[in-house]
């Protein structure tokens, strides 16, 4: 059984920093291409923002630009899990964090359960 499990959410003020931590299991972690989404408050599962993805050997790294320079994706084969560092924290960053991996070949991806990220004084 695959499972996603997100960590490292919280509330944070305006300027601060948090990282997140999706921890995979049951899926080969180096065959999927791995990315965080958002979900703000009122939005729709459908209109969940990608934020930042990067690909299985880590050659291609893609940022929304409204996060751009303030949030670094990475990840540890070894580990299976895939981080998001994010500095210079907005209240417009206010979200629920999504971890999703998306098979390389194929159209297979998994969901994680979500992590509540707060920026707000």
């Known amino acids: 059984q695959v499972q996603l499990v997100e960590s490292g959410g919280g509330l944070v003020q305006p300027g601060g920093s948090l990282k997140l931590s999706c921890a995979a299991s049951?899926?080969?972690?180096?065959?999927?291409?791995m990315s965080w989404y958002r979900q703000a408050p009122g939005k729709e599962r459908k209109e969940r923002e990608l934020v930042a993805r990067i690909t299985s050997t880590r050659v291609t790294i893609n940022y929304a630009d409204s996060v751009k320079g303030r949030f670094t994706i990475s990840r540890d084969n070894a580990m299976n899990t895939v981080y998001l560092q994010m500095n210079s924290l907005k209240p417009e960053d206010t979200a629920v964090y999504y971890c999703?991996?998306?098979?390389?070949?194929?159209?297979?991806?998994?969901w994680g359960q979500g992590t509540q990220v707060t920026v707000s004084s």
């Open positions: 049951g899926l080969t972690f180096s065959s999927y291409r």
């Open positions: 999703n991996a998306h098979s390389i070949v194929g159209t297979t991806e998994y």
